[in-house]
T-cell receptor, first 114, second 114 residues
Framework: KNQVEQSPQSLIILEGKNCTLQ??????????LRWYKQDTGRGPVSLTI?????NTKSNGRYTATLDADTKQSSLHITASQLSDSASYIC?????????????FGTGTRLKVLA | DSGVTQTPKHLITATGQRVTLRCSPR?????VYWYQQSLDQGLQFLIQ???????AKGNILERFSAQQFPDLHSELNLSSLELGDSALYFC?????????????FGSGTRLTVV
């Protein structure tokens, strides 16, 4: 069964600290993996997208890594800011060309404290 | 502004009632996707339309229905509402059938059933 699991479920850090969020998936065959940021009460916004052949992708202070062999991805946030407080969702797309099929993780809720 | 417009932003209604949520996709996008997100839950895919035709179906209740009009805007109809239908409803759009290149979310409609 295709699944996407994220950990931790929630995380609290102090402003300025770094953190890493994890995503494990069992989706196969695999097309791409995305990380989304969702502010409370808002729609998700794409942070990064990686295909199976990519190992890392950065977007400012956000860096995503992918290990397709172990089916693991991580999102590293550097020098966190209060505005980073949000849910971070890992989304995996199976290799089903022309057909919509995305598998969503349940997200990690990050809280950055001053 | 993501380019995907959802109205209304907030809706409060009583149990047993019927409501209609509206979504205008990003200019040039032909696919519309509807999602439900209950409190502290992940995004649940409901249904997809592509250029007016139903393309994919997720966990959509029989009390819910949707359609996409010739101008590509979409409406999600929720009837015989129950307290458990209270949630954020998101619409997303993509240019293609399978969201190969990702999709863009609107800011959502918050439905409260009392």
């Amino acid at each position: 069964k295709n699944q996407v699991e994220q950990s931790p479920q929630s995380l609290i850090i102090l402003e300025g600290k770094n953190c890493t969020l994890q995503c494990n998936y069992t989706v196969s065959p695999f097309s791409n993996l995305r990380w989304y940021k969702q502010d409370t009460g808002r729609g998700p916004v794409s942070l990064t997208i990686m295909t199976f052949s990519e190992n890392t992708k950065s977007n400012g202070r956000y860096t995503a890594t992918l290990d397709a062999d172990t089916k693991q991805s991580s999102l590293h946030i550097t020098a966190s800011q209060l505005s980073d407080s949000a849910s971070y969702i890992c989304v995996v797309r199976p290799n089903t060309s022309g057909t919509y099929k995305y598998i969503f993780g349940t997200g990690t809720r990050l809280k950055v404290l001053a | 502004d993501s380019g995907v417009t959802q109205t209304p932003k907030h809706l409060i209604t009583a149990t047993g009632q019927r409501v209609t949520l509206r979504c205008s996709p990003r200019s040039g996008d032909l696919s519309v996707y509807w999602y439900q997100q209950s409190l502290d839950q992940g995004l649940q895919f409901l249904i997809q339309y592509y250029n007016g035709e139903e393309r994919a179906k997720g966990n959509i209740l029989e009390r819910f229905s949707a359609q996409q009009f010739p101008d590509l805007h979409s409406e999600l109809n929720l009837s015989s509402l129950e307290l458990g239908d209270s949630a954020l409803y998101f619409c997303a759009s993509s240019v293609d059938k399978g969201a190969e290149y990702g999709y863009t979310f609107g800011s959502g409609t918050r439905l409260t059933v009392v």
